[in-house]
C-alpha cells in the first residue's frame, strides 16, 4: 500500500456554500472510524477538488469518500478520484 496527501475528488457538495472560490483550510477524514485530519482543499471546478492533507495517509483509494470539517461541523463531501 502507498501513503499520499495529494489527491482529487469529484462529485463534490458543500453544505454550506453555493460554491468554493478559493482554498479553505478544513478538518477531513476518507474512512467512517478515520480521526479527522487537518487538510486543505483547493477548488478545480464547480463539483471537482484538490485535496492535500497535511500528513500522509495510507490507502487513499479511488471510490472512497472524503468528508469535510469547519469546527467539528460537517461542511461537504466527495467521491476520490
Not at 454550506?16 to 480521526?35: C, F, Q, T
Request: proline letters at 4%.
Amino acid at each position: 500500500m502507498r501513503s499520499s496527501e495529494i489527491f482529487t475528488a469529484s462529485n463534490v457538495n458543500f453544505i454550506y456554500l453555493d460554491k468554493l472560490e478559493s482554498e479553505i483550510k478544513v478538518k477531513a477524514k476518507i474512512r467512517y472510524r478515520d480521526k479527522l485530519e487537518p487538510a486543505s482543499v483547493i477548488p478545480i471546478s464547480e463539483d471537482r477538488v484538490k485535496v492535500i492533507f497535511d500528513k500522509s495517509k495510507w490507502a487513499i483509494t479511488p471510490g472512497q469518500s472524503v468528508v469535510f470539517y469547519k469546527d467539528d461541523i460537517l461542511i461537504g463531501g466527495g467521491i476520490i478520484d
